[in-house]
């Protein structure tokens, strides 16, 4: 087994990397793709309900993204952005609780920060009429711990107003009032993602509305998706690489069912690869209990999956931990080829992409 990630690499015409969603959300393109033989067949994202049945149970990531890109100017006149992320109070040795989780932003954060020149402990920033900061700490390069202040006193509504949906990087335009809607899931309830979870953003209504006519449940957990999921593999030896940790809560209701679930037999279906981490995370012999906390678990090639049998996910950028988990689930080779035949077709990728249901 090859564990040099240049091996998990692969050219992408840069014009399939998709920089709107489609008009309709389930018009995406669904990629099946058969462990057992290696089978591809090629469908709608509305034909998903038809690949599945009542022996399976779908597995959603009910974060809600919030507006996490804060861009402004120093008080020297300098410009800076501010992206806003759910982090441990250690981000050395053991993570404990967050601070704070972003259910409801507090006056104090840290945030990764890009800037001309440099940043000074003690000084003022500035991002509209209303909404300022002040720099407290500057804990590593790139890392600042600032202070927000409101002129009318609402820090919170302040900093929602003037945040940016926290596009990727790989969408090259800036985010309009369309992302605001169409960059969550339908069923996003806890704000606290600085990214959505992209494999849940094709379900519409009707989809799930059919899925449950063919007796398919389906439950949610919680995964604050934030730097960890996107930062980049660095090592020839992807071993080496560490995952961020990320807040999540998996709750009684949703434990209790999962546990009922694997007694019937059925099948878990992981809609994406947030979903698919904290299912493995939270994996016990005796089963699953409700808990909350910081999973930083990385899925690679060689890894054993515990819970997880089938796995829905959008198509992954080269090189990333992503792509890694895709490939311990189905296998290098298969997933590489998969990719392949998604990009003769013209697949869209990435965010706002088409996706694959690994069954």
Not at 110 to 127: E, S, V
Request: charged share 25%; proline share 9%; net charge positive.
């Amino acid at each position: 087994m090859t564990v040099r990630i240049q091996d998990y690499d692969y050219p992408l015409p840069p014009e399939l990397v998709a920089q709107y969603p489609q008009p309709q959300r389930d018009a995406s393109r669904l990629l099946v793709l058969h462990r057992a033989d290696g089978a591809i067949h090629h469908a709608h994202f509305r034909d998903l309900p038809g690949w599945l049945d009542s022996q399976d149970l779908l597995v959603v990531n009910d974060t809600r993204v919030f507006p996490a890109r804060l861009k402004g100017a120093k008080s020297s006149g300098g410009k800076v952005e501010l992206l806003l992320h759910h982090l441990p109070e250690a981000e050395q040795g053991e993570p404990r609780s967050p601070s704070p989780p972003l259910k409801t932003l507090s006056q104090t954060a840290r945030a990764r920060a890009t800037y001309r020149g440099r940043l000074k402990i003690g000084q003022n920033l500035n991002f509209g009429p209303s909404l300022k900061a002040d720099i407290i700490s500057l804990p590593q390069p790139g890392v600042a711990e600032v202070r927000f202040w409101s002129l009318n006193g609402e820090v919170d509504r302040a900093v929602l107003e003037a945040g940016e949906v926290p596009l990727p990087p790989y969408i090259r335009r800036r985010p309009d009032a369309e992302d605001a809607q169409r960059y969550q899931t339908i069923y996003a309830a806890r704000p606290g993602a600085i990214a959505a979870p992209t494999a849940g953003l094709h379900f519409t209504p009707p989809v799930m509305k059919e899925l449950n006519r063919r007796g398919v449940e389906v439950l949610s957990l919680t995964l604050h998706v934030g730097l960890g999921t996107f930062s980049p593999v660095r090592h020839l030896d992807y071993r080496k690489h560490r995952l961020a940790p990320e807040y999540f809560e998996l709750p009684p209701d949703s434990s209790h069912r999962l546990n009922q679930a694997r007694a019937q037999g059925k099948r878990l279906v992981a809609v994406g690869t947030t979903a698919t981490r904290v299912l493995e995370f939270c994996a016990r012999p005796e089963g699953f209990s409700p808990q909350q906390g910081w999973c930083d678990l990385y899925i690679y090639p060689d890894y054993r999956f515990k819970t997880v049998d089938r796995l829905l996910t959008n198509f992954h950028l080269p090189r990333s931990t992503l792509l890694l988990l895709v490939s311990a689930f189905a296998g290098r080779d298969l997933i590489l080829r998969a990719y392949e035949e998604a990009i003769k077709e013209r697949y869209r990728f990435y965010s706002y992409g088409d996706c694959m249901l690994i069954i």
